[in-house]
Each structure stands twice: as C-alpha cells, then as structure tokens.
C-alpha cells in the first residue's frame, strides 16, 4: 500500500507540483484525444483514453458557481492538492496526472452535460466530483452508458449503488443512523426536520421518521427550503412554535447562513434548541458566522481537529498552500482520499481500464486523514468512523462522540428491521 508524503519537504514538493499541475490544467481544458487506443489504454467500449504516453487525464467537476460554491470550492482544492502530491510521488503507475477542471455551476443538468464532456470528448480516466444528490443521480446514467467512473466525495441519503460510482462519502448508516442514536441517547424524544427541497433531504427525512416511529421519538414538523432559500422567517418561526427537543438540519449550500442567522434573531441557541446539521463542515461555518453556530452539533466522519499523524500531515499540506485561515472539512478530506483510493486500485490492478478497476476495488486500503478505509467491492462504499462533534468559538468541530471503530457500508440499510421497505 502507498502512503502519501507526510514530511514537511515532500509537502513544498507538493505545493510545487500544484503550480505545474495548474499548467497542465489549462492546457487540458478541452482537448480531444483522437489517438486510436495502445497497449496499455483504457478498454472500456468507446472509450477514449489515452494512456500510451507519459500522462493521463482525470476530471474534477465541481460547482464553482451557483449557491453550492460556499462548499464545492474547498473540495477542488483539496482534489488539486491530492493531484500534486501524487504526481510529485511519480504519479499513477508512472504516469502524471493532467487535470481538466469543469463548473458544475450548481445545477444538475450541468452536472450531466460536464460529466459527458469529460468522459467523450476530454478522454478522462476517472471523473471526481459532484456535492448534491440532485447532481450525482444527473450524472450516473452518464458515467453507466459510457461505461466509465465517477468518484463521489460527499455523505448522501443511500439506497444507491452502481457499479461505475465508488462513494466516499458516508452513507445513511454511517452518518445518519449514529446521529439519531445519538440524539436518542441524549434523551431526545422530539425533532424538528428541516431540509433543502431535493432527493438528499426528502430521502433522508424518510428515514429519520422510519427510525423516530421504531424508536418512539416524535417529529413535530418537516419543512423543506429550495436550495439556495435566503428567507427562513417563517420555518423558523414554525420550529420555535413546535419546541422540539432537538432540529435535524439537512439544508445544503448557502441557505445555512440564512437559516442560523434567523435562528439567533429568533432567540434561539444550541442549549435551548439544538440543531444536529449533517451538511456544515468548518469551511461553512465562517461564512454562517462562529456566532450563530457555537455549541451546535455535527454529524461527520472528519474533522481538522482528528488527532492522527495522517491528519497533521495533510492539515499541513493544505494550510501550507491555501493559506492557514483555511480549514479542512470533511467532504475535501472524502475528496481527497478518493484520489489516493483511485490511484491504489489502478495500481492493484496495473491498468487505467474500468473492468480492471472495478475487479480490484474490493480490499482496497488506504490511510487516510480520517482513518484507515477500506473499499468494499460489492457496493462500491467504503468503511468509516462515526462523529458527532460540537461547534467551537475557535470556528473549528469538536468530537463530542466516536464510533471509534470504522462502520462497515450499508446503502439499503439491510441490516436494519425498522428500515423494512424503505429501498
């Protein structure tokens, strides 16, 4: 197994490497390669990628416009970092990574419409990318009609698989499931949902009321805000009414700086009212404002403060080339360890070809900021630690609670009899 450099000279070397590796950025941003296939390139029907020289393309498709930004930037960033560190480690089986970077523009059809570009006519090997659900279900009947893959860094609502999609992200039983024991096991027995209005929230809120009936917690109300919602008045208002013990916040983008900073204009806090939010990492929390978020609850797998020497290696890396007011967060950390994955599975397999990636994904380890994960080959998840933390003044999330040992993937939450039907 290859570890990325952890040394403070290999990560100069890096933050050097991410300057040349902008080069060859721009210069990929819309080539063709027409060159028929060698030995050596990817096999898949129709596909295009060239491997018969001394690089390989990949894609990084994320919003770097639109109202998923504020989250979608930092997720580039720490995919650009991954990037320059493998190239300077001499790259994916001795070949340097180009890198064509596409704006999903935070819309959905443009997900799609990116994703064909990069896999038809920019001849990529690999595909990063994709925050929303409403953005990753656009793209998959991309990546499974050409027959290529698409890595997706972000915790989603499960029930999904596809075998041209590895998710490392969490899935439901990773990330929501633990929370709601949590929140049980604080005594909660009321909550409040509220959520952006597309397929994470919807779906996820299903199962948060699947798993309330079974465990005799009540939901006193469900609101739903369109993405990018700047006027939460009314549902805060709706929330205060209902007094519940506890809110789950499933909101995405920027509508988390409107909604908290109503929440505290309407004279509510974390130690009347606490909101479990399961989308704001430490890079929302200062465009929310310390101030209207201190003390309240996260559910990840990540945060800066992950004590680990992994962690402080790549806390370093990342501070040292996008400045040291610049936090890690889980979705980047998610991000860039599906690069790293990528590059293990390619090398187990010796070959760039999909059919050979999928074939030796299963096993697959790597040491990550987060922990060790491993790759299950039946679902294309992976393995991961559970957190709740809490929110300090500091602007940074504080473990509150560990799984302390990796959970194992279940999308279809089989293992669960209160989720009976929900797939």
Known sequence: MRHRPTSRP??????????????????????????????????AA??????????????????????????EQTVHDSLQLAAAEINADGGVLGKQLEIVTEDGQ?????????????????????????????????????????????????????????????????????????????????????LFLVGSDYVFPRTANKIINAYAQAHGIEIVGEEYAPLGHTDF???????????????????????????????????????????????IAEEEIGGIGVENVVGQLT???????????????FVEAFKAEYGQDR???DPMEAAYT????????????????????QEAADGVTYDAPEGTVVVDGDNHHISKTSLVGKIGDDGLIHTEWSSEEPIEPDPYLEGYDWADGLS
């Open 106 to 190: 935070s819309e959905p059809t443009v997900f799609a419409e990116k994703a064909t570009k990069l896999i038809t006519s920019d001849c990529v090997a690999a595909v990063f990318g994709g925050w929303t659900s409403a953005s990753r279900k656009a793209m998959l009947p991309v990546f499974e009609s050409n027959d290529s893959l698409l890595f997706y860094p972000v915790q989603y609502e499960g029930l999904e698989s596809s075998p041209n999609i590895f998710y490392t992200g969490a899935t439901t039983n990773q990330q929501i499931v633990p929370a709601l024991d949590y929140l049980a096991e604080q005594g909660v027995t009321s």
């Open 327 to 329: 936090p890690t967060s």
């Open 338 to 357: 599906s690069l790293y994955l990528w590059r293990e599975m390619v090398e187990k397999a010796e070959s760039f070809a999909v059919a050979d990636v």
């Open 10 to 43: 290999a990560a100069r070397l890096a933050v050097t490497s991410l300057a040349a590796l902008s080069v060859l950025s721009l210069a990929a941003c819309g080539a063709q390669v027409d060159s028929p296939q060698t030995e050596g390139s990817a096999s």
């Open 299 to 313: 559910a990840w797998n990540y945060y800066e403060t992950v004590e680990s020497p992994e962690n402080a290696a």
């Open 233 to 279: 008045s009314t549902i805060v208002n709706k929330v205060k009414s209902a007094d519940a013990d506890a809110v789950f916040n499933t909101l995405n983008g920027d509508s988390n700086v409107a909604f908290f900073k109503e929440y505290t204009n309407a004279g509510l806090s974390a130690e009347d009212m606490p909101v479990l939010s399961v989308s």
């Open 46 to 71: 129709g596909s295009c990628v060239d491997t018969s020289g001394d690089s390989v393309k990949v894609g990084f498709l994320n919003s770097l416009s639109g109202t998923m930004a504020i989250s």
